[in-house]
């Protein structure tokens, strides 16, 4: 107790300061220097670290329990980022992934193939209610099938990410969605029929951008020469069947049934390896080791030097030993988000941003800012609903609105924004994921800009947002323990 009193409650502009330095470092370190964004992250937590000890009292053992915290909060994640560069290793030594690549090329159109990724992503994740099951499966074989076509990668992993998240945000089984039922207190099926007012819209907007995008891309007709040598090579280095797509069917039937990810991505891996020992005939110490250091031709007895460019880009990939940037950037990230929460900075900073509310439309607007600003700050788009349904769930009832309105706010916002920032969990799956740095497939990512504008479009005109009147206010008000006239 008494090393706590020592410790001061930070000021608003002490809080503020740690994130207007983020935003200065990251825009001023990646865009203008081109540093590393772990690099920008250590010198913000630095910064952040350094007001904590001379502004506040706090000592370093403090300062380091908060880091490992946050960095043990958010390690289910990590670990299935981890190894997802464990599985898709092993689908290339399986023959999985060029089997995918080598009859996708041939049975996809270039045109519509951006649209078929949103399409077949968002129906996989609305039926199984797991974006990221959907882009480890059919999104890693889009992007193979994309590599080998020659098409503009961050535009199609873009495809897959929106699409998947279109899922993420309607279907019942959804966590996120779960998640921001529970905390506002409203009825699950309330919230989705309340969401396809947003979501209706960016997915019809999505879709025709997404057509737009593939037509305007160079015409290919018949499959090219560099291509057709590409398929060629992969014929003859790989027996395709039944068999390699079993890893895939494993990732399919755990997403399905909701099981657990990480036991998904192993077990896939397993059978990977299995297949490219018993049915590819490959040495089964070079599928063990594709799954640390990552597959390399050469583990198939191929002949690195007689083998396409194009091949090599394709499948020369995962491995858990090529993941050390990705922790780093963790520990970067997570250093900068502990500091801040754990001291309070963050509490502080927020609700001096929201503290000037008048009306519905500057709530839902406040709402959704704070939201993308805790994801950028901490990295996780669950954390988000719960403050800010805590901090702003008084204020609409107040203000006269629903709970669903602030429901809706959370989702459009604060589950949209997430796989938009690249040291998020979200962001960095999807970009580990697919091979795309979140930076690159970030401007195509229209479904997500859609639903935050519909949003606030909806909060302007006050269209379709839900109104409640005095008796209903404080009806739920009291439902959640809420003094509306404190």
């Known amino acids: 107790m008494k090393e706590e009193r020592q410790y001061k409650k930070p000021t608003f502009i002490e809080s503020l300061l740690p994130i207007i330095f983020m935003v200065f470092v990251l825009s001023v370190g990646i865009g203008v220097l081109s540093w590393p964004a772990s690099v920008c992250l250590l010198l913000s937590a630095a910064f952040t670290g350094a007001i904590a000890v001379i502004r506040l009292g706090y000592n370093w053992d403090s300062i380091q329990q908060f880091i490992v915290d946050k960095i043990a909060a958010v390690m289910p994640p990590v670990l299935i980022v981890i190894f997802v560069g464990f599985m898709i290793a092993t689908w290339s030594y399986a ?66 990410v929106t699409g998947a998240y279109f899922g993420d945000k309607l279907s019942p089984l959804s966590d996120t969605t779960n998640l921001t039922s529970a905390v506002t207190q409203t009825k699950l099926y309330d919230l989705i029929k309340y969401l396809l007012w947003t979501t209706i819209p960016a997915t019809l907007i999505s879709i025709v951008f997404f057509l737009f995008l593939g037509f305007s891309q ?145 709530a839902i607007m406040s709402s959704g800012f704070v939201c993308i600003v805790i994801n950028i700050l901490t990295g996780s788009d669950g954390l988000n609903k719960i403050i800010v349904s805590e901090l702003m769930g008084k204020k609409f009832l107040q203000l006269r609105m629903h709970p669903l309105v602030l429901a809706r706010t959370l989702e459009d916002f604060g589950t949209m924004s997430a796989p938009i920032i690249p040291w998020s969990a979200a962001g960095l799956y999807m970009a580990t994921t697919l091979g795309v740095p979140t930076f690159s497939y970030m401007p195509y990512c229209i479904f997500f800009y859609a639903s935050m504008v519909f949003a606030a479009i909806y909060g302007f005109t006050g269209f379709k947002i839900k109104k409640i009147d005095d008796v209903e206010a404080q009806e739920l008000a009291e439902e959640r323990g809420i003094l509306l006239t404190q």
């Not at 199984?128 to 992007?143: D, F, P």
Request: net charge neutral; with cysteine; proline share 5%.
């Open 95 to 160: 023959g999985t992934l060029p089997m995918m690549v080598y009859y996708g090329m041939q049975l996809l159109d270039p045109s519509y193939l951006f649209a078929i990724a949103f399409i077949l992503n968002a129906i996989l994740s609305y039926v199984s209610g797991a974006s990221w099951g959907s882009v480890a499966s059919i999104g890693v074989a889009l992007i193979g099938i994309g590599t080998g076509l020659g098409t503009n990668l961050p535009m199609l992993a873009a495809a897959i």
């Open 218 to 362: 160079p015409s290919q007709g018949a499959i090219s020469a560099d291509s057709l040598q590409l398929l060629v090579q992969l014929h003859s280095l790989f027996k395709f069947g039944i068999l390699p797509l079993l890893p895939m069917l494993i990732i399919l039937a755990f997403t399905f049934l909701r099981l657990p990810t990480v036991p998904a991505l192993l077990s896939s891996a397993l059978v990977a390896v299995l297949v490219g020992w018993l049915y590819q005939g490959f040495p089964l110490i070079e599928g063990v080791k594709s799954t640390m250091g990552g597959f390399k031709m050469h583990m198939i007895g191929a002949d690195p030097t007689q083998i396409l460019s194009s091949v090599k880009e394709l499948l020369e990939q995962g491995g858990l030993n090529n993941q050390g940037g990705f922790i780093a950037f963790i520990i970067c990230a997570m250093g900068f988000a502990g500091i801040l929460t754990g001291t309070g900075m963050m509490d502080v900073a927020l609700r001096g941003i929201t503290g000037k509310i008048t009306n519905g439309f500057s």
